[in-house]
């Protein structure tokens, strides 16, 4: 049999998603439905999987949808700072931005 | 809280998944459905529900594969819905909507015209949510009572429904499963095989390579559907904007089909066309467009005001002030029904309503401060919901952006969001808009046993466009199967193919398909730009011959999923050569087809108002045309190939 191998490329931004390894149990369901196919599973059983392809995501965000444990923070789209838009309070005048320390409580209404 | 390093970096990983590269497996279809988008899972449930052997062979992953796989909000091209007050013929045969000076597809509009109602109520028994069953916008003016369903743009004449479309793929997907398609996920269509062998004999089959394990698949089947939407890295190229900077298709989306369709001998129209980037300075090229305010697509009709909240004046479609929000969805009386039309380009964005065209100049006199925010406070509560909690929420990319905005603290209802697309896109930065496969009623390609739908056949876009004439091809498909002659596949053929495909995987030291793509697109913005001469499009075409001969012959990759993508840039090269030669075939400027020749400027002469058409025959290109009118007329025609 042949061999192949790989090593993760080194491009900027590298991180289209955040894994919190205390809550991903590994189950790779973002991996099978990851239109990219940007991961890999992880050789390690039940760690979050590898990020081998960052520069091929198309910022969806299916991997987060399809998690199972998305609501508990397994996994999050992380857009590059780039991306991290602003927006202005329109009674008050404050700046904020996506990013940002100390950010506003989060808005909690659900989508239609 | 633990980010989850990026464990490999620095140090090889093996392989996940074994490495088969050149073991074959054969398998045989009556229908042979090629990529699994909306347009891909609607000819293989058509198909299916004749109860024929159905296979289905994408590259991504179907439940969320195509430039849907991540949502869609609009469903265009709606005449036929009950609350419409326009006609299916209207629609398609408006000029300042669908006709574009007749440079459009007029049959592929019609089918579409006709049908996507009936097929927008198929995808409801699916499981996709169409209407407000909630009666979360009851009393809203762009909803209709009786059907619940909600409708964008053009109030008063309702053909362009809002829908909930990120259910849309995975509801196609289960539906695909439950009629028992055999769906091959991950699996990159490279060839279309041909009975002897022949370029623009039928098609009998096609070949693939698994992106995971190498393996070789050799498909056999008496009819096909080649679903592979259009390519979309071509002009630009960067690894460090998102998505590999498809403007908004996903990186998939790479001209496959188109390629592998030419090399069998198949005709294309409207290669010629493309347009200027038009977002280049909003926030990351393409994919993040919806995440920042706007006024446009999924943000419409949103008020747009200035840095101290003065509001952007609008106009309407004939340039008129319009100086209230509601009209910004109705017609004025006696002006012709509007959407924003997707294929739209020369007339396209302004056959809506929109913000007044000077703006630019007006910033710089000092009429209006920047930056620029969206005014979502300001809108009425429905509109306001609709655009940021229904549209943001359900368009392509905005599952996430809805939740990644209001987890950061955004509330529409009391903040304004930013505009960042005001910069225009560098010089060269363009975008086929639409080019593909020609085809007759039966959406059938020029080669037997080749059918087409979505955005590989020419002026195709759009959700409602993709899955009506999806269904429409894989019914067609489906029939000729039933008659047609058992397919014998030519093994040199195969052979052929399999070699060329596992060259790269045999080299080591060459370069890697991301440099190839770079140096494809700078040849596309140096040589067939924004102006275009004979000169240097012949220099283009020299280009692309010398780097196939030597840089292109050098490819490497390190393992399936670098193979795959080193095989789809050389596809997108095949791409480029065919536009470049449907662009030194048409020799006059084209407004409607945003196709500015220095050499010959005259806008549409006369003698040039017709396709221009072209193939490979024996390895030559071909010219033809075919004229405007082609489609014949429209209700006989649509009835006499319905059956
Ligand atoms: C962000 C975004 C938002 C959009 N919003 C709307 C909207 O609101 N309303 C609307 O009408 N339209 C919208 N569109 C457009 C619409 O999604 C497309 O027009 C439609 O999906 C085209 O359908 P298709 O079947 O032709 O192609 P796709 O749905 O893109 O499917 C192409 C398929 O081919 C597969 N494929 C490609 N190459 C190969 C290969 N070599 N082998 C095997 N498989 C292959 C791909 O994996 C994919 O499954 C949007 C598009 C995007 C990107
Ligand atoms: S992030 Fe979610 S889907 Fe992915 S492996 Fe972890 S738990 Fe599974
Ligand atoms: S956002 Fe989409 S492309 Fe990016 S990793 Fe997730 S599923 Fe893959």
């Known amino acids: 049999m042949e061999k192949a191998c790989v090593t993760p490329n080194l491009v900027t931004p590298n991180k289209p998603v955040i894994f919190d390894a205390n809550v991903c149990n590994g189950c790779n369901r973002c991996v099978e439905v990851c239109m990219s196919d940007v991961f890999m599973p992880n050789p390690e059983k039940g760690k979050p999987p590898i990020i081998l392809y960052p520069d091929e995501c198309f910022y969806g965000g299916c991997c987060v949808k399809e998690c199972p444990l998305h609501d508990k923070g397994a996994i999050r789209l992380n857009w590059p700072l780039m991306q991290r838009v602003r927006w202005k309070r329109k009674e008050t005048g404050e700046h904020f931005r996506v990013g940002m320390l100390n950010p506003p409580p989060p808005n909690t209404r659900p989508p239609a | ?643």
């Open chain 2, 1 to 643: 809280m633990s980010q989850g390093k990026n464990v490999g970096i620095g140090m090889p990983l093996k392989w996940p998944y074994p490495i088969r590269y050149r073991e074959e497996t054969e398998v045989s279809a009556d229908v042979l459905v090629l990529g699994g988008g909306l347009a891909g899972c609607f000819a293989a449930i058509s198909a299916a529900r004749k109860g024929l052997k159905v296979v289905l062979v994408d590259k991504s992953c179907t439940i969320h594969s195509g430039a849907a796989g991540t949502g869609i909000d609009h469903w265009m091209g709606c005449p036929a819905n009950p609350a419409s007050k326009i006609t299916p013929e209207q629609y398609t045969l408006s000029p300042t909507e669908t006709f574009r000076g007749g440079y459009s597809n007029v049959i592929a509009t019609y089918i579409m015209a006709r049908d996507s109602y009936d097929v927008l109520l198929e995808l409801e028994k699916m499981g996709m949510k169409v209407r407000d069953t909630e009666d979360e916008f009851k009393g809203a003016d762009f909803r209709d009572e009786k059907t619940k369903l909600l409708f964008a743009y053009d109030y008063e004449n309702k053909h362009c429904v809002r829908i909930w479309g990120t259910g849309m793929k995975p509801a196609l997907y289960r539906e695909c499963k439950r009629l028992g398609v055999n769906i091959y996920e991950r699996t990159m269509v490279t060839s279309l095989l041909t009975e002897g062998g022949k370029q623009g004999a039928r098609v009998v089959g096609a070949t693939a390579v698994n992106t995971r394990t190498g393996e070789f698949y050799i498909f056999k089947a008496k009819a096909s559907v080649l679903c592979m939407c259009t390519p979309e890295r071509l002009w630009i190229f960067s690894t460090e904007w998102t998505g590999l900077v498809g403007r908004d298709g996903p990186p998939t989306n790479a001209g496959d089909g188109h390629a592998m369709a030419w090399r069998a001998g198949a005709e294309f129209t409207m290669m010629e066309r493309s347009d200027h980037e038009e977002w280049g300075g909003s926030t990351g090229i393409g994919s993040m467009m919806f995440s920042s305010g706007s006024s446009f697509a999924t943000w419409y009709p949103c008020s747009i005001v200035d840095a101290n909240g003065k509001e952007i004046p609008w106009v309407d479609t004939e340039g008129k002030p319009i100086p209230t929000i509601s009209q910004r969805t109705h017609p004025a009386p006696g002006q012709d029904f509007f959407s924003l039309v997707l294929g739209g380009g020369e007339g396209g964005t302004s056959s809506v309503p929109h913000l007044i065209p000077d703006l630019a100049e007006r910033i710089k006199k000092g009429e209006f401060a920047l930056p620029l925010y969206a005014d979502l406070p300001g809108m009425p509560q429905h509109e306001r919901r609709a655009i940021f909690g229904l549209m943001v929420g359900q368009e392509g990319h905005t599952w996430a952006v809805y939740r990644n905005l209001t987890h950061a603290g955004f509330d529409p209802d009391k903040d304004l969001l930013q505009v960042y697309e005001l910069a225009p896109a560098p010089p060269g930065w363009r975008r086929l808009r639409y080019g593909g496969l020609a085809h007759d009623w039966d959406l059938k390609t020029n080669l037997d046993g080749l059918y087409a739908a979505g955005q590989q056949i020419f002026d195709g876009c759009g959700a409602s466009h993709a899955c009506s004439t999806g269904r429409w091809a894989g019914n067609k498909a489906a029939e000729y199967a039933m008659r047609a002659d058992k397919p014998v596949l030519s093994r040199e053929q195969v052979d052929s193919e399999k070699a060329r495909v596992y060259l790269p995987i045999e080299r080591s030291d060459g370069i890697e398909w991301k440099e190839l793509e770079s140096g494809i697109a700078k040849v596309m913005q140096d040589y067939c730009g924004d102006t275009k001469t004979e000169e240097l499009m012949n220099i283009g075409l020299k280009s692309f011959s010398e780097i196939k001969q030597a840089e292109a012959s050098t490819l490497c990759a390190r393992n399936p999923h670098e193979l795959m993508r080193t095989l789809e840039v050389l596809d997108i090269l095949t791409c480029c050569e065919i536009i470049i030669h449907a662009s030194l075939a048409r020799k006059a400027s084209n407004r409607w087809l945003s196709f500015e020749r220095l050499d010959y400027p005259e806008d549409d002469p006369p003698q040039w108002r017709k396709w221009v058409t072209l193939k490979l025959e024996d390895n030559e290109v071909k010219v033809d045309e075919l004229s405007l009118d082609y489609y014949g007329s429209l209700k006989e025609s649509y009835e006499a190939h319905k059956k």
